[in-house]
């Protein structure tokens, strides 16, 4: 899927972020951040080693919805 090693970085930077990135994006705290996960207003997903991810598209239309844009 991806020819190098730098190829698949450059994927996650743009396209995942952490519970910290999210919080920061969003304006909120990482406990903000797990209060929506338990409500279901967003999914995270999890790694190999068990580290919980969001998809950068997830968490841009959260924000929209959540602005009214």
């Known amino acids: 899927m991806f020819r190098s090693h730098k190829e ?9 972020m952490s ?10 705290t990482r406990g903000g951040i797990s209060f929506l996960v338990k ?8 790694d190999r080693d068990h580290v919980r991810l969001f998809s950068r598209r997830e968490i841009e239309r959260y924000k929209r919805e959540r ?3």
Do not use: H, M
């Not at 698949?8 to 995942?16: A, Q, S």
């Open 8 to 16: 698949y970085e450059e994927f996650l930077r743009n396209n995942v």
């Open 19 to 28: 519970p910290k990135q999210a919080a920061e994006y969003l304006g909120i």
């Open 39 to 46: 409500e279901g207003k967003i999914t995270p997903f999890y």
């Open 67 to 69: 602005d009214g844009s």
